[in-house]
């Protein structure tokens, strides 16, 4: 999984647009997409969409829980550091 800084800097990058926009769901294109390889073939960030209306080319940010989560294999996955086990 990515690296702690990557996820948090997507995450302010929602709250951002989500403060500004003063409305959901947003759906944005991924500015990301060149930044971080996990998030080349996410082509648009989703905020507050439902997990169940979500593409699975989308990362979506759920703003009650402060996450972002991906589509693996059909599935909805909470993206979680790669030092979440203290690596």
Known sequence: MPARNEIEEV???CKKEK???K???IIEL???REKFSWMLARIRIAIDLPLE???PDMVV???PTSSLYLNI???WIRV???DIFGG
């Open 11 to 13: 995450i302010e990058w």
């Open 19 to 21: 403060a500004e926009k």
């Open 23 to 25: 409305t959901a769901p």
């Open 30 to 32: 991924n500015p990301f």
């Open 53 to 55: 209306e979500a593409k």
């Open 61 to 63: 940010y759920d703003s």
């Open 73 to 75: 294999g059909g599935q």
């Open 80 to 82: 979680e550091p790669d």
